[in-house]
Nanobody, 120 residues
Framework: VQLQASGGGLAQPGDSLRLSCAAS????????LGWFRQAPGFDHEFIAA???????YYGDSMKGRFTVSRDRAKNMVFLQFSSLEPDDTAVYYC???????????????WGQGTQVTVSS
C-alpha cells in the first residue's frame, strides 16, 4: 500500500485544519486507514482510524477535537482538527493496517508524514 499525506503547514492556536491521505496499491476494503503523530522526542501517538465500513475508533483524549473520515470512491482518509493548540505541533502520519489496532506496530504501511506547526 502506498500512502501520500498532505495538508500540513503553519497554523495559529484555535485554527482548524484538515489533513488528507491518498492510498493505493491494494484492495481498499482489506485495511483500516489511520493517523498517528510524532512530536520531537516522543513515540508515535495514535489519533484515530477508520474501517472500510465507516466504523471509527480514536485514541484516548483524541475524540472531540479530531474527526477521521474516509472517501471510499477515492480511497482517501482525512483528519479534521479543531481548536489547534501548540502541543499539536508534530509530524502527522497516515498508515494502513490489515488487522486494526491502536499502536504503531499494528500498522503495516506508512506515509511519509506531513508537518503541522501551531504557533502564534
Amino acid at each position: 500500500v502506498q500512502l501520500q499525506a498532505s495538508g500540513g503547514g503553519l497554523a495559529q492556536p484555535g485554527d482548524s485544519l484538515r489533513l488528507s491521505c491518498a492510498a493505493s496499491g491494494r484492495t481498499a476494503s482489506d485495511y483500516d486507514l489511520g493517523w498517528f503523530r510524532q512530536a520531537p522526542g516522543f513515540d508515535h501517538e495514535f489519533i484515530a482510524a477508520i474501517k472500510w465500513d465507516g466504523y471509527t475508533y480514536y485514541g484516548d483524549s483524541m475524540k472531540g477535537r479530531f474527526t477521521v473520515s474516509r472517501d471510499r470512491a477515492k480511497n482517501m482518509v482525512f483528519l479534521q482538527f479543531s481548536s489547534l493548540e501548540p502541543d499539536d505541533t508534530a509530524v502527522y502520519y497516515c498508515a494502513a493496517s490489515f488487522r486494526g489496532g491502536i499502536v504503531a506496530a499494528d500498522f503495516d504501511y506508512w506515509g511519509q508524514g506531513t508537518q503541522v506547526t501551531v504557533s502564534s
